[in-house]
C-alpha cells in the first residue's frame, strides 16, 4: 500500500490548502507559518490540530502572534535540536583544525630539536669564525621559523576560544527562545509544561505544596477588536510585566496562551496563593491605559484568576484542569475576582 504521505498529488493539494489558509485569515507566508499550517492540513499532529480547532471555534481572529505561540509549542524543539547540531559539528571542525596545528607544530618543534644537535655538533666541529658565522645564521632562521610558528599557534588558540565563546552564547540564546514567549518575555507554553513536571514530582518527593494561579484578561476580545491588536499586545506586556514583578524567584510565570496567563508557584499554601492572586489582580486593576497618538484615556484592564492546590493523586493535567475550572468560575461571578478550587 502506498504511503500517503509520500503522494506527490497530495502533498501538492495539501501546500495549495495550507497557502490559501494563511491567506483567507491574512497571516505572513513565512516558513514557520507554512509548517504550522502544512501540518495542521495534512493533519499528523493530532494535538495542533485539536489546538487550533479549539481556537477557530472560538470565533476569535486568529493573529499572527498566536501563530508563533502555537509553531514555539508544536515545533521550537526542532529549532533547538538544529542548533545545537550545528553548534556541535562547528565546535567539532574547530578542535579538529587546532589538533593538526598542534600536531604540526610538535613536529617543528621535534625537527628543531634535532636542528640544535645538529647546529651544536657544527659548532664544536668549526674551525674558523666564517664557518661559525654561517651557522648562527642558518640557526637564527629555523628560530625565527618555529617562533613564527609557535605564535601562529597562539593567536590561532586564542582565535577559537573567543570563536567558541561565541558558540556557547548562540547556543544558550536559541535555547532561551525556544523557551521563552517573543511577546511578553514570560516562559512559553513548552517551557511552562516542563516546569510543571518538574515542579509536580519535586513537591511529591519532598512532600510541600504547590499551587497553580490561571489568569485570563477580563473581555480581552472586546479591547482588542475595539483598539487593535497593537494596543492588546501593548496589555499583555504590561500583564506579563506585573507577573515578573509580583512572582518570587522560584515561581513560574508563563503565557499559557492568548490572553491567559499562569504562574506555578513552588512551596506556597493555598491561603498564602490566594493573598499573592488578589495582589496580582489589584496591581493590574490599577494600571491605567492611553492612546499614544492621540493621548485618549481608555481605562483600565482587570484579571480574574483561578487557584489550584496540588493532591496526592494529581498529574499536571488534573492540576492545570482545576485551576481552569476555579477561574472560569472567577469570571462567571463577575469577573475581576479570584477563586480557588
Not at 504550522?36 to 489546538?51: A, D, K, P, R, V
Not at 472586546?222 to 492588546?232: A, C, L, Q
Request: charge should be negative; charged fraction near 30%.
Amino acid at each position: 500500500m502506498p504511503d500517503i504521505n509520500n503522494d506527490p498529488v497530495l502533498i501538492a493539494e495539501n501546500a495549495k490548502n495550507s497557502l490559501a489558509l494563511m491567506n483567507q485569515m491574512a497571516l505572513p507566508l513565512s516558513p514557520e507559518n507554512y509548517q504550522l499550517w502544512y501540518t495542521y492540513i495534512e493533519g499528523s499532529n493530532q494535538e495542533l490540530t485539536e489546538e487550533v480547532n479549539k481556537l477557530m471555534a472560538s470565533s476569535e481572529q486568529i493573529t499572527p502572534e498566536a501563530c508563533t505561540v502555537l509553531h514555539d509549542r508544536f515545533f521550537g524543539s526542532q529549532k533547538e535540536v538544529a542548533s545545537v547540531r550545528r553548534v556541535h559539528d562547528e565546535t567539532q571542525r574547530i578542535l579538529k583544525t587546532i589538533l593538526d596545528e598542534i600536531i604540526s607544530t610538535h613536529s617543528q618543534t621535534s625537527d628543531y630539536g634535532k636542528k640544535l644537535e645538529v647546529y651544536s655538533s657544527k659548532l664544536n666541529e668549526a674551525k674558523h669564525v666564517d664557518d661559525m658565522r654561517e651557522i648562527i645564521a642558518d640557526l637564527i632562521i629555523d628560530t625565527g621559523k618555529m617562533a613564527d610558528s609557535s605564535r601562529q599557534l597562539e593567536d590561532r588558540l586564542r582565535e577559537t576560544t573567543e570563536h567558541t565563546e561565541k558558540l556557547k552564547l548562540e547556543l544558550r540564546t536559541v535555547q532561551q527562545q525556544a523557551t521563552t514567549d517573543i511577546l511578553t518575555g514570560l516562559s512559553n507554553r513548552r517551557a511552562f509544561d516542563d516546569r510543571m513536571k518538574e515542579r509536580v514530582g519535586e513537591a511529591r518527593k519532598n512532600g510541600s505544596p504547590l499551587c497553580l494561579l490561571m489568569l485570563d484578561i477580563d473581555h480581552f476580545k472586546s479591547f482588542n477588536d475595539k483598539y487593535g491588536h497593537r494596543v492588546g499586545d501593548a496589555v499583555l506586556q504590561v500583564v506579563s510585566g506585573v507577573l515578573r514583578e509580583t512572582a518570587r524567584t522560584e515561581d513560574t510565570p508563563a503565557r499559557y496562551g492568548g490572553e491567559e496567563f499562569a504562574v506555578i508557584a513552588a512551596n506556597q499554601r493555598l491561603d498564602v496563593a490566594i493573598q499573592f492572586a488578589e495582589q496580582i489582580r489589584r496591581k493590574i486593576s490599577e494600571k491605567r491605559f492611553k492612546l499614544a497618538k492621540t493621548g485618549e484615556m481608555i481605562g483600565n484592564i482587570t484579571v480574574s484568576v483561578g487557584i489550584s492546590l496540588l493532591r496526592a493523586s494529581d498529574t499536571p493535567e488534573t492540576l492545570i484542569e482545576r485551576a481552569d475550572q476555579a477561574l472560569y468560575r472567577a469570571k462567571d461571578s463577575g469577573r475581576n475576582n479570584v477563586k480557588t478550587e
